[in-house]
């Protein structure tokens, strides 16, 4: 079956350092990746997405990720983690930006001051 | 950005009694609305997506005639979540799209939690 797969249940990292999470996907075709962050008992808010072109993808509050198609990853990325960071993380994948979504297990990130 | 609301935010209901939840895209015109599930701690589970003037189209595994979808408007799509059990208790995200084109983002309601008692 096709998905996307977040290999870590938790990441710790202290406040002012790199902030990586992994996300990984088996999907054929050229797959539509995403990042989401969802905060205590509310919805997801969008973060970034890959379509296509520029493997780096820009997204919202300083997030980065990378396509890599050779190791079928999508890792997403901050330079220097914030406290606020701190949150749920979910990958995603669908066959349209529009369409419906398939979620990894989530991460949970936290950072720590 | 875009906004999608949800409404009510949290409800408490007894067994039996059926719960109707609003989702609303607040800027924009959605033509496809979708709803999730999402049980303590775990991800999102697609339950159905729900396309503006047509019938809902639902995900294996969810019974239709349990989670009754109406996407009347362009704005507005509900859930209703008839003779509802303690198992049925969940977080339900809706999230909507203007269209299903490379260039369309989903945006998520903030989520209803739902608990049966």
């Known amino acids: 079956a096709q998905s996307v797969a977040q290999p870590e249940d938790q990441v710790n990292v202290a406040e002012g350092n790199p902030l990586t999470v992994k996300c990984t996907y088996s999907v054929s075709g050229n797959p539509y990746l995403f990042w989401y962050v969802q905060y205590p008992n509310r919805g997801l808010q969008f973060l970034l997405k890959?379509?296509?072109?520029?493997?780096l993808v820009k997204g919202s509050y300083g997030f980065e990720a990378e396509f890599n198609k050779s190791q079928t990853s999508f890792h997403l990325k901050k330079p220097s983690a914030l406290v606020s960071d701190s949150a749920l993380y979910f990958c995603?994948?669908?066959?349209?930006?529009?369409?419906?979504?398939?979620f990894g297990g989530g991460t949970r990130v936290l950072v720590k001051p | 950005g875009a906004v999608v609301s949800q409404h009510p935010s949290r409800v408490i209901c007894k067994s039996g009694t059926s719960v109707k939840i609003e989702c609303r895209s607040l800027d924009f015109q959605a033509t496809t609305m979708f709803w999730y599930r999402q049980f303590p701690k775990q991800s999102l589970m697609l339950m159905a997506t729900?396309?503006?003037?047509?019938?809902?189209?639902?995900e294996q595994g969810v019974e239709k005639d349990k989670f009754l979808i109406n996407h009347a408007s362009l704005t507005l799509s509900t859930l209703t979540v008839t003779s509802a059990h303690p198992e049925d208790s969940s977080f339900y995200i809706c999230?909507?799209?203007?269209?299903?084109?490379?260039?369309?983002?989903?945006?998520f309601g903030p989520g209803t939690r739902l608990t049966v008692l």
């Open positions: 999230s909507a799209t203007v269209g299903t084109s490379s260039t369309d983002t989903q945006y």
């Open positions: 995603a994948w669908g066959k349209a930006a529009g369409n419906k979504l398939t």
């Open positions: 729900s396309n503006e003037g047509s019938k809902a189209t639902y």
């Open positions: 890959y379509i296509t072109g520029d493997n």
